[in-house]
Each structure stands twice: as C-alpha cells, then as structure tokens.
C-alpha cells in the first residue's frame, strides 16, 4: 500500500490520520451506541465469571412495546440490573 501512496504522491501520513479522523468522528457521533456496547462487552466478561449458565424464565411474559418496570425482590438485585443490561437490545428510558 506505501507504494501505492507514493505513486500517487499521497504523502503517507494522510491515510493514518484520515483513518484517526474517521474513527473519532464515528466515536463522536455515534458515543452512546459506542458506550452501550463497550458496557456491554465487560459487563458480558464480568457475569461470564461469575454466572456459567443463566436460566430465563418467563421472558414470553415481557411485552415487546411499552414500558416495563423490573424489581428485584431479594437480597441480590444488583444482579438482575446487570443482566436486564446484558439484554439484546439498548434499553430506552
């Protein structure tokens, strides 16, 4: 590729830095999408240590559309809040 560059007189810090550019304009625009999914991915290593297998139970009962209220009722309710994160898709408030 460097001869590429050099054939066509590009000088070759334009490549990088465009490709740097490109990136942090993604990052900027799209910083929440980018938030969520990075959560997501450690939060995924997190439980994976600490939860081999999860067993849901009753997630016919979740309605698709319209909002929903999740509560824990025990002790370790925390728990719970991770993983309703961990779900597959972002959770508007």
Not at 9 to 26: E, K, M, R, S, Y
Not at 38 to 67: C, D, Q, W, Y
Request: glycine share 6%; no cysteine; charged share 10%.
């Amino acid at each position: 590729m460097l001869v590429t560059i050099e054939v066509l007189g590009i000088p070759p810090l334009v490549v990088p830095t465009a490709a740097l550019v490109f990136f942090l304009h993604t990052v900027a625009n799209d910083a929440a999408t980018v938030f969520f999914y990075s959560m997501r991915v450690f939060l995924h290593s997190i439980l994976s240590i600490f939860f081999r297998s999860i067993e849901v139970v009753g997630a016919e009962n979740i309605p698709t559309k319209g909002p929903v209220i999740f509560t824990g009722n025990h002790s370790n309710q925390f728990v719970d809040g991770l993983q309703v994160t961990m779900s597959e898709a972002p959770v508007n408030a």
